[in-house]
Nanobody, 127 residues
Framework: QVRLVEFGGGLVQAGGSLKLSCVSS????????MGWFRQAIGKEREFVAS????????PYADSVQGRFNISRDNAKSTVYLQMDDLKPEDTATYYC????????????????????WGRGTQVTVSS
Protein backbone atom coordinates (compact mmCIF):
# COMPACT_ATOMS: atom_id res chain seq x y z
CA GLN A 1 0.00 0.00 0.00
CA VAL A 2 0.98 3.63 -0.50
CA ARG A 3 1.24 6.02 2.43
CA LEU A 4 1.72 9.79 2.26
CA VAL A 5 2.64 12.03 5.19
CA GLU A 6 2.75 15.85 4.99
CA PHE A 7 5.01 18.14 7.03
CA GLY A 8 5.67 21.85 7.26
CA GLY A 9 2.36 23.55 7.93
CA GLY A 10 2.06 26.38 10.41
CA LEU A 11 1.00 29.94 11.15
CA VAL A 12 2.59 32.80 9.20
CA GLN A 13 1.86 36.44 8.51
CA ALA A 14 0.80 37.64 5.09
CA GLY A 15 3.83 37.91 2.82
CA GLY A 16 5.68 35.13 4.60
CA SER A 17 6.81 31.74 3.34
CA LEU A 18 6.41 28.09 4.18
CA LYS A 19 7.76 24.91 2.62
CA LEU A 20 5.64 21.79 2.75
CA SER A 21 7.00 18.28 2.37
CA CYS A 22 5.26 15.01 1.64
CA VAL A 23 7.06 11.73 2.19
CA SER A 24 5.81 8.67 0.33
CA SER A 25 6.29 4.99 1.03
CA UNK A 26 5.05 1.71 -0.36
CA UNK A 27 6.09 1.88 -4.03
CA UNK A 28 8.59 3.33 -6.49
CA UNK A 29 7.96 7.03 -5.90
CA UNK A 30 9.75 8.33 -8.99
CA UNK A 31 7.40 6.57 -11.42
CA UNK A 32 4.28 8.50 -10.37
CA UNK A 33 2.92 11.99 -10.77
CA MET A 34 2.25 13.88 -7.54
CA GLY A 35 -0.09 16.70 -6.64
CA TRP A 36 -0.93 19.24 -3.95
CA PHE A 37 -4.50 20.20 -3.09
CA ARG A 38 -6.02 22.36 -0.39
CA GLN A 39 -9.35 22.67 1.35
CA ALA A 40 -10.58 25.58 3.43
CA ILE A 41 -13.31 25.15 6.03
CA GLY A 42 -16.69 25.13 4.37
CA LYS A 43 -15.25 24.90 0.86
CA GLU A 44 -14.51 22.14 -1.62
CA ARG A 45 -11.05 20.74 -2.11
CA GLU A 46 -9.19 22.57 -4.87
CA PHE A 47 -6.17 21.92 -7.02
CA VAL A 48 -2.94 23.75 -6.17
CA ALA A 49 -0.12 22.20 -8.20
CA SER A 50 1.08 18.91 -9.64
CA UNK A 51 4.25 17.50 -11.16
CA UNK A 52 4.85 14.76 -13.69
CA UNK A 53 6.84 11.63 -12.94
CA UNK A 54 9.80 13.00 -14.88
CA UNK A 55 9.53 16.58 -13.56
CA UNK A 56 8.99 17.86 -17.08
CA UNK A 57 5.61 19.48 -16.50
CA UNK A 58 4.20 21.20 -13.44
CA PRO A 59 0.88 23.05 -13.78
CA TYR A 60 -0.36 25.47 -11.12
CA ALA A 61 -3.69 26.92 -10.14
CA ASP A 62 -4.10 30.53 -11.27
CA SER A 63 -4.45 31.65 -7.67
CA VAL A 64 -0.92 30.49 -6.76
CA GLN A 65 0.91 30.96 -10.06
CA GLY A 66 4.15 32.83 -9.51
CA ARG A 67 4.05 32.38 -5.73
CA PHE A 68 4.19 28.60 -5.23
CA ASN A 69 6.66 26.08 -6.60
CA ILE A 70 6.33 22.31 -6.64
CA SER A 71 9.37 20.06 -6.82
CA ARG A 72 10.35 16.50 -6.04
CA ASP A 73 13.35 14.49 -4.88
CA ASN A 74 12.89 10.92 -6.05
CA ALA A 75 15.89 9.67 -4.08
CA LYS A 76 14.09 10.80 -0.91
CA SER A 77 10.59 9.83 -2.12
CA THR A 78 9.49 13.36 -1.29
CA VAL A 79 7.48 16.06 -3.03
CA TYR A 80 7.72 19.70 -1.89
CA LEU A 81 5.60 22.80 -2.13
CA GLN A 82 7.47 26.05 -1.62
CA MET A 83 4.96 28.79 -0.80
CA ASP A 84 6.08 32.42 -0.98
CA ASP A 85 4.19 35.69 -0.57
CA LEU A 86 1.43 33.93 1.31
CA LYS A 87 -1.99 35.56 1.51
CA PRO A 88 -4.88 35.08 3.96
CA GLU A 89 -6.85 33.33 1.22
CA ASP A 90 -4.17 30.62 1.16
CA THR A 91 -5.36 29.47 4.59
CA ALA A 92 -6.42 25.83 4.26
CA THR A 93 -5.51 22.26 4.98
CA TYR A 94 -2.99 21.16 2.37
CA TYR A 95 -2.97 17.59 1.09
CA CYS A 96 -0.51 15.74 -1.08
CA UNK A 97 -1.77 13.11 -3.50
CA UNK A 98 -0.28 10.38 -5.65
CA UNK A 99 -1.37 9.12 -9.04
CA UNK A 100 -2.70 5.59 -9.33
CA UNK A 101 -0.82 4.78 -12.54
CA UNK A 102 2.87 5.21 -13.40
CA UNK A 103 4.62 7.34 -16.01
CA UNK A 104 1.93 9.98 -16.48
CA UNK A 105 3.47 12.83 -18.45
CA UNK A 106 0.57 15.25 -17.93
CA UNK A 107 -0.47 15.16 -14.25
CA UNK A 108 -4.14 15.46 -13.39
CA UNK A 109 -5.77 18.70 -12.27
CA UNK A 110 -8.71 17.22 -10.36
CA UNK A 111 -8.80 15.23 -7.14
CA UNK A 112 -10.54 12.24 -8.72
CA UNK A 113 -7.44 11.52 -10.80
CA UNK A 114 -5.41 10.71 -7.68
CA UNK A 115 -5.69 7.46 -5.78
CA UNK A 116 -3.70 8.10 -2.60
CA TRP A 117 -3.90 10.96 -0.13
CA GLY A 118 -2.11 12.17 2.94
CA ARG A 119 -3.97 13.31 6.05
CA GLY A 120 -3.11 16.96 5.45
CA THR A 121 -1.19 19.76 7.14
CA GLN A 122 -2.73 23.06 8.24
CA VAL A 123 -1.53 26.36 6.82
CA THR A 124 -2.86 29.54 8.39
CA VAL A 125 -1.96 32.99 7.07
CA SER A 126 -2.80 35.98 9.25
CA SER A 127 -3.48 39.45 7.90
Amino acid sequence: QVRLVEFGGGLVQAGGSLKLSCVSSGRTFGNYAMGWFRQAIGKEREFVASISFGCGYAPYADSVQGRFNISRDNAKSTVYLQMDDLKPEDTATYYCAADAQPFRVLPGLTSREYAYWGRGTQVTVSS
